[in-house]
């Protein structure tokens, strides 16, 4: 499989011609413009990727018959003289927009020869006019993101036409170098379209020019060709198509310049966050161009060295980077997803920003309605909205420590040593209130106003093992390792009734002794990330485990306090010992498979965050969801008692449209089963030996579970896991002298940098993946959209790079 992505070579120029509507002269300012530029430039080609109607009257046929020395091409011809949605029907060949993409890339990369020249690429009919596969040409070319002409309509009515087509490319990404349109009528602007659309345009920074039409045909098809070659011959030396020519060269070579320069002009103005900067320099900095789907486009000093591959003797300074780490997790839809980039533009267009203080709006009560009722739990009836996961969780902690002194009641609250109940390695974010709530680390160790509140549980962890699945235990746990014939076997928490038991008389205890190490020590909520600590190391936490915390949480005595009923959630109706707070900022909203991480718990936490998949990647948007019990807390005559927390822009209706449409999109692909093949994939049937499984929904991974069973029985892995878009490879850390390292550790940094070289399967696929790591620990996500056969490349390269 190779990716295609957006390109850019040095020498060859590629512009690509829309069209505001059909019969606007699309291929006459094509055939024109390949004139202008064989005054410039030695070699010009065009390229007609998809045309319907007879071959004699096919775009292609007529540059080649009035335009010598143009190398003309047309890959998808169609007899029938009708959309290319119904021409491929009557063909009896179906042709997909990646056959499409694939083709018009390897056309292209053959004109990338090394030799100056220009590549003009006409699409057919209008904007949004059907592809052969029924998707809209804006969307079948943005991959290429190539520099765009938009070929105005001079025609009564062609005002509106020409800006609502530029307003769909500009929406999707595209950059409009100019806008060319006809004067109506033998050079006099009739309709005023030309007058009114070059002043529309020059407030956008986008050039307009006209041209007088071509001569009416002639009956005479030589006295026609004669009069089209003179059209042609003085339309080239036209002022403003010479001035477009110029622009259009010197916006090339400016492009080229800047996406050059900005790893060392970011050297100098920026400063990354996570990042050392003594290990930094221009060469290792990568400068995205776009983004599309599950890629980056990319550009690094250091990968200019060599080429894509030996069809492509010029390499495209742009490479397709597989976005592996999800753009930081966020990413889940793809990257360019037109409809949540036109829901965005029509919520700021229908609101831009509302404050929120005392007032509603739709978008934001249309999305706290959806996470009460889709979450599954019957706690939940309140949402507070933030702008990302850390202060969200900062919302959540306030919350709960009010809630559990409202339940203490001491004289003076600053009297009592309140402390989290958590599990090492954990991370909330990094305001001052999350990271006091997470246990000395490499993110907190140099932060002086640090202090730690909280008690911290070790705790077992799950991983695949040279082909077995395996909860390992950690040093001084009262039990030993336990193994299991699938990952749905492990969350089949009725049949290990025995750790149920050892988990929560260890907890007991644990807990109970933390807690008699000072006189005025209380604990003031419980909070875990469930089932996978992110930022802590990809850590894979025993769910059983996580459930028996919680469990002996909400039984452990406090005043007033109820004793559980066994099923994790209490017999006290709303509220039962301390507030429980699930951060689900990583883990929900379908990164694991789920729309509620919890789930795979059997739990009903008081308080959940979720941030991360909630816009689709595509805005900071962060929600607290907490109990009717929770708010109460906060209720008094007094303005003081109040949850005196937000920020200007606290549930902007741009964040809550996107959410709603995100969270549609994520909903609809699973009740459509599109995840139905993974799910198959990690069917415990399929490698249970036997084993039976009586849960009701198993977990499952996009993550081949063959794959993961392989890269376990690498020699230089040490272990490794797999759930819903999250892969975690565990490398052994020779120089650290064990299996693991830490976050401080290198170990994973070798592969990393590999997979960044294009490693692993050259030749077959043109793209390269971008990951992070934790320590000695590389991860890779998908997004919820990303199909089988990338993943399946991904994972071939994985492999070799392991193997190497």
Request: hydrophobic share 35%; proline share 5%; glycine share 8%.
């Given at each position: 499989?190779?990716?295609?992505?957006?390109?850019?070579?040095?020498?060859?120029?590629?512009?690509?011609?829309?069209?505001?509507?059909?019969?606007?002269?699309?291929?006459?300012?094509?055939?024109l413009?390949?004139?202008?530029?064989?005054?410039?430039?030695?070699?010009?080609?065009?390229?007609?990727?998809?045309?319907?109607?007879?071959?004699?009257?096919?775009?292609?046929?007529?540059?080649?018959?009035?335009?010598?020395?143009?190398?003309?091409?047309?890959?998808?011809?169609?007899?029938?003289?009708?959309?290319?949605?119904?021409?491929?029907?009557?063909?009896?060949?179906?042709?997909?927009?990646?056959?499409?993409?694939?083709?018009?890339?390897?056309?292209?990369?053959?004109?990338?020869?090394?030799?100056?020249?220009?590549?003009?690429?006409?699409?057919?009919?209008g904007?949004?006019?059907?592809?052969?596969?029924?998707?809209?040409?804006?969307?079948?070319?943005?991959?290429?993101?190539?520099?765009?002409?938009?070929?105005?309509?001079?025609?009564l009515?062609?005002?509106?036409?020409?800006?609502?087509?530029?307003?769909?490319?500009?929406?999707?990404?595209y950059?409009?170098?100019?806008?060319?349109?006809?004067?109506?009528?033998?050079?006099?602007?009739?309709?005023?379209?030309?007058?009114?659309?070059?002043?529309?345009?020059?407030d956008?920074?986008?050039?307009?020019?006209?041209?007088?039409?071509?001569?009416?045909?002639?009956?005479?098809?030589?006295?026609?060709?004669?009069a089209?070659?003179?059209?042609?011959?003085?339309?080239?030396?036209?002022?403003?198509?010479?001035?477009?020519?110029?622009?259009?060269?010197?916006s090339?070579?400016?492009?080229?310049?800047?996406?050059?320069?900005?790893?060392?002009?970011?050297?100098?103005?920026?400063?990354?966050?996570?990042?050392?900067?003594?290990?930094?320099?221009?060469?290792?900095?990568?400068?995205?161009?776009?983004a599309?789907?599950?890629?980056?486009?990319?550009?690094?000093t250091?990968?200019?060295?060599?080429?894509?591959?030996?069809?492509?003797?010029?390499?495209?300074l742009?490479?397709?980077?597989?976005?592996?780490?999800?753009?930081?997790?966020?990413?889940?839809?793809?990257?360019g997803?037109?409809?949540?980039?036109?829901?965005?533009?029509?919520?700021?267009?229908?609101?831009?920003?509302?404050?929120?203080?005392?007032?509603?709006?739709k978008?934001?009560?249309?999305?706290?309605?959806?996470?009460?009722?889709?979450?599954?739990?019957?706690?939940?009836?309140?949402?507070?909205?933030?702008?990302?996961?850390?202060?969200?969780?900062?919302?959540?902690?306030?919350?709960?420590?009010?809630?559990?002194?409202?339940?203490?009641?001491?004289?003076?609250?600053?009297?009592?040593?309140?402390?989290?109940?958590?599990?090492?390695?954990?991370?909330?974010?990094?305001?001052?209130?999350?990271?006091?709530?997470?246990?000395?680390s490499?993110?907190?160790?140099?932060?002086?106003?640090?202090?730690?509140?909280?008690?911290?549980?070790?705790?077992?962890t799950?991983?695949?093992?040279?082909?077995?699945?395996?909860?390992?235990?950690?040093e001084?746990?009262?039990?030993?390792?336990?193994?299991?014939?699938?990952?749905?076997?492990?969350?089949?928490?009725?049949?290990r009734?025995?750790?149920?038991?050892?988990?929560?008389?260890?907890?007991?205890?644990?807990?109970?002794?933390?807690?008699?190490?000072?006189?005025n020590?209380?604990?003031?909520?419980?909070?875990?990330?469930?089932?996978?600590?992110?930022?802590?190391?990809?850590?894979?936490?025993?769910?059983?485990?996580?459930?028996?915390?919680?469990?002996?949480?909400?039984?452990?005595?406090?005043?007033?306090?109820?004793?559980?009923?066994?099923?994790?959630?209490?017999?006290?109706?709303?509220?039962?010992?301390?507030?429980?707070?699930?951060?689900?900022?990583?883990?929900?909203?379908?990164?694991?498979?789920?729309?509620?991480?919890?789930?795979?718990?059997?739990?009903?936490?008081?308080?959940?965050?979720?941030?991360?998949?909630?816009?689709?990647?595509?805005?900071?948007?962060?929600?607290?969801?907490?109990?009717?019990?929770?708010?109460?807390?906060?209720l008094?005559?007094?303005?003081?008692?109040?949850?005196?927390?937000?920020?200007?822009?606290?549930?902007?209706?741009?964040?809550?449209?996107?959410?709603?449409?995100?969270?549609?999109?994520?909903?609809?692909?699973?009740?459509?089963?599109?995840?139905?093949?993974?799910?198959?994939?990690?069917?415990?049937?399929?490698?249970?030996?036997?084993v039976?499984?009586?849960?009701?929904?198993?977990?499952?991974?996009?993550?081949?579970?063959?794959?993961?069973?392989?890269?376990?029985?690498?020699?230089?892995?040490?272990?490794?896991?797999?759930?819903?878009?999250?892969?975690?490879?565990?490398?052994?850390?020779?120089?650290?002298?064990?299996?693991?390292?830490?976050?401080?550790?290198?170990?994973?940094?070798?592969?990393?940098?590999?997979?960044?070289?294009?490693?692993?399967?050259?030749?077959?696929?043109?793209?390269?993946?971008?990951?992070?790591?934790?320590?000695?620990?590389?991860?890779?996500?998908?997004?919820?959209?990303?199909?089988?056969?990338?993943?399946?490349?991904?994972?071939?390269?994985?492999?070799?790079?392991?193997?190497?």
């Open positions: 499989m190779r990716q295609v992505g957006s390109v850019l070579w040095p020498k060859l120029r590629v512009l690509q011609v829309y069209g505001a509507n059909t019969g606007v002269g699309k291929t006459i300012f094509s055939s413009l390949c004139r202008a530029f064989q005054k410039r430039l030695p070699s010009v080609n065009y390229l007609k990727p998809v045309s319907t109607g007879p071959l004699d009257e096919a775009d292609d046929h007529h540059i080649a018959t009035l335009d010598t020395g143009v190398n003309s091409k047309c890959l998808f011809q169609f007899n029938d003289p009708v959309s290319p949605h119904l021409a491929v029907r009557s063909a009896g060949r179906p042709i997909t927009d990646a056959t499409v993409l694939a083709a018009v890339y390897d056309e292209l990369s053959k004109h990338a020869n090394g030799q100056d020249g220009i590549s003009i690429v006409e699409t057919a009919g904007v949004l006019s059907p592809t052969p596969s029924g998707s809209s040409q804006a969307d079948l070319y943005r991959p290429l993101r190539l520099p765009t002409l938009l070929v105005g309509d001079h025609n009515g062609g005002i509106g036409t020409t800006i609502s087509a530029w307003e769909s490319l500009h929406m999707r990404g950059d409009v170098h100019s806008v060319a349109l006809f004067s109506e009528d033998r050079g006099v602007d009739r309709y005023g379209n030309f007058a009114y659309l070059r002043d529309y345009f020059q956008r920074s986008v050039t307009a020019f006209s041209i007088p039409p071509p001569p009416p045909r002639n009956v005479n098809v030589e006295e026609d060709h004669q089209m070659q003179e059209y042609y011959e003085q339309s080239a030396e036209h002022r403003d198509v010479m001035a477009f020519t110029e622009r259009f060269l010197a090339h070579d400016k492009r080229i310049a800047e996406i050059r320069s900005m790893p060392e002009e970011a050297e100098k103005a920026i400063w990354h966050p996570f990042l050392q900067h003594t290990e930094r320099s221009k060469d290792t900095i990568m400068a995205w161009d776009s599309y789907g599950d890629y980056f486009q990319s550009y690094t250091t990968q200019q060295t060599e080429q894509n591959s030996p069809a492509d003797p010029e390499p495209s742009l490479k397709p980077a597989f976005d592996g780490s999800a753009s930081w997790w966020t990413q889940g839809l793809g990257h997803n037109p409809t949540l980039a036109l829901t965005a533009a029509y919520a700021a267009g229908r609101y831009g920003h509302v404050m929120f203080a005392g007032s509603i709006h978008p934001a009560l249309d999305l706290a309605q959806t996470l009460i009722e889709k979450s599954g739990n019957s706690r939940l009836k309140k949402v507070f909205y933030t702008d990302n996961g850390s202060t969200g969780m900062e919302v959540a902690v306030k919350m709960g420590l009010r809630a559990s002194l409202m339940r203490y009641k001491p004289e003076n609250p600053r009297d009592l040593d309140i402390r989290i109940l958590g599990l090492k390695n954990s991370y909330h974010g990094d305001t001052i209130g999350t990271m006091d709530c997470s246990e000395p490499i993110f907190n160790e140099k932060v002086e106003w640090y202090k730690g509140r909280g008690i911290w549980l070790d705790f077992p799950v991983k695949m093992r040279e082909g077995r699945w395996l909860v390992e235990p950690f001084g746990a009262p039990f030993n390792t336990k193994y299991f014939h699938s990952l749905s076997d492990l969350f089949d928490f009725h049949q009734h025995r750790d149920w038991d050892a988990y929560k008389r260890y907890l007991r205890e644990t807990i109970s002794d933390a807690v008699k190490q000072g006189d020590i209380r604990l003031g909520s419980v909070i875990i990330e469930p089932i996978i600590l992110g930022a802590g190391g990809m850590l894979f936490a025993d769910p059983l485990y996580q459930r028996c915390l919680v469990e002996v949480a909400r039984e452990f005595y406090e005043p007033n306090s109820t004793t559980s009923n066994g099923d994790g959630n209490g017999n006290g109706g709303d509220w039962t010992s301390m507030p429980i707070i699930f951060d689900e900022v990583f883990t929900g909203l379908y990164r694991l498979g789920r729309f509620s991480a919890a789930s795979f718990l059997g739990l009903q936490p008081d308080i959940v965050v979720n941030a991360k998949l909630l816009t689709g990647g595509l805005l900071p948007l962060c929600t607290t969801t907490a109990s009717d019990a929770i708010f109460s807390a906060f008094s005559p007094s303005k003081t008692d109040a949850l005196l927390h937000g920020h200007s822009y606290t549930a902007h209706p741009i964040g809550c449209a996107v959410a709603n449409e995100s969270l549609k999109q994520l909903q609809n692909l699973e009740r459509a089963g599109a995840w139905e093949s993974f799910k198959d994939d990690w069917s415990p049937r399929a490698f249970s030996y036997g039976s499984y009586q849960g009701s929904e198993h977990a499952w991974s996009m993550w081949s579970w063959r794959f993961v069973s392989a890269l376990s029985h690498k020699r230089n892995v040490d272990n490794v896991f797999a759930l819903g878009s999250v892969l975690a490879i565990s490398l052994k850390d020779v120089e650290g002298g064990g299996s693991g390292g830490g976050y401080a550790s290198t170990a994973a940094t070798g592969v990393r940098d590999a997979l960044l070289r294009g490693e692993g399967s050259v030749g077959v696929d043109n793209s390269v993946v971008h990951s992070r790591v934790l320590g000695n620990v590389l991860y890779l996500m998908a997004a919820m959209t990303t199909t089988e056969e990338t993943i399946s490349g991904i994972e071939e390269r994985v492999l070799e790079v392991l193997d190497g």
